[in-house]
């Protein structure tokens, strides 16, 4: 039989057994082949959902300190920094889980847009309704809240204009809408302020077509801020804590994730200055055989979590740190199913107002 066809020729990474079976199945070698570098001089910002977080940890980690266009005060203990979402990003948006909402974002920025209905009252406070938990006791007016956020976009602009290589981590395409303004918002009001009201939001799930001229808008936006600029493309493996789509939870959490991922990938493969790292197999794929998820079956073990950034860090040819957890997999160590693994999430509030 003649040995010519098309896959005579393959490295081992194309075939499962000697890819995944036969393996380092903790290194992951060859899963992951950059297009462009990321070294300790490479200026690198971060925006996404929950699991972002992660990777600007880990960067720090590493030597390469992501961006800080918003930093706390000097005089800030840093508990309360952490509490206001100071360093949690390269500027102060807090969690951003659509595309959409990033697209938006950067539209802002570049224009200076702020719009007086996007406020939402609680405890007779005021609140920004697209970043409500940054100022967890809200502010004292709305003229308040519209001078916060101009000066935030303006970071935000000088964030984009120095970033060599932007980090954005998909995490939903279930969304709602402000119906005045059309604007996506992070989270349905009454959950962190605001009161909710049928009228005044609309339930969307963005699809695979949207996703994907929502990542076209992203890259615009990023290049005309910085001309050359790099994206670069992850999907949270994080299930959904909660679906208002009507369907079970673990059917809308694989639909959300599929589109997300089908769209990163097809994103990234349509350019060069773009790239999709596979954080979201590497945490979800069966053949790894290691416990990936704490015993509420959401919250990503730290030891995975560090091997996901190990596997991204030694891409680049960089060393992660220390001082991180250890990869090392034990099934009998019990986890606490409450715990959201220190990270600012307000998704996880949507299960914890249910008790």
Not at 38 to 63: D, N, P, W, Y
Not at 218 to 224: E, T
Not at 261 to 289: C, K, L, M, N, Q
Request: hydrophobic share 40%.
């Amino acid at each position: 039989m003649s040995a010519h066809h098309p896959y005579a020729d393959l490295p081992d990474s194309r075939f499962w057994r000697a890819g995944v079976v036969e393996a380092d199945r903790l290194a992951w070698h060859d899963l992951y082949c950059p297009k462009f570098p990321v070294t300790a001089q490479t200026e690198i910002a971060t925006a996404g959902s929950c699991f972002a977080q992660h990777i600007g940890r880990a960067l720090a980690g590493a030597g390469v300190v992501p961006l800080n266009g918003e930093p706390a005060p000097a005089s800030m203990h840093p508990q309360t920094a952490e509490r206001f979402q100071y360093g949690l990003y390269s500027a102060r948006y807090g969690n951003i889980y659509t595309a959409r909402q990033f697209r938006e974002l950067l539209d802002d920025a570049a224009t200076g847009h702020v719009d007086d209905r996007l406020i939402w009252r609680a405890r007779r406070r005021f609140f920004d309704a697209l970043r409500p938990s940054v100022e967890p006791d809200g502010w004292i007016s709305q003229a308040e809240v519209m001078a916060m956020r101009r000066d935030h976009l303006m970071r935000v602009q000088a964030v984009a204009e120095s970033a060599d290589v932007f980090v954005f981590t998909l995490g939903l395409t279930e969304a709602w809408i402000d119906t005045a303004t059309g604007r996506t918002v992070p989270t349905a009001p009454g959950v962190i302020a605001g009161r909710y009201k049928p009228a005044q939001v609309r339930f969307h799930n963005y699809s695979y077509d949207e996703i994907m001229e929502d990542l076209a808008g992203i890259r615009d936006a990023l290049q005309v801020a910085r001309a050359g600029s790099k994206l670069l493309l992850t999907v949270s493996p994080v299930p959904l804590t909660a679906t208002a789509s009507g369907a079970h939870v673990l059917a809308a959490t694989q639909l959300s994730k599929a589109i997300l991922r089908a769209a990163a990938g097809d994103f990234a493969d349509a350019h060069d200055d773009v790239d999709y790292f596979p954080s979201y197999e590497i945490v979800t794929t069966h053949a790894s055989g290691e416990m990936a998820f704490a015993q509420n079956r959401r919250s990503v073990r730290p030891e995975m979590v560090a091997r996901v950034m190990d596997v991204f860090l030694r891409a680049h040819g960089l060393e992660p740190s220390e001082q991180g957890p250890k990869p090392s997999f034990d099934a009998s160590e019990p986890q606490d199913a409450d715990e959201e693994d220190a990270l600012v999430c307000e998704e996880a509030l949507l299960d914890a107002m249910r008790e």
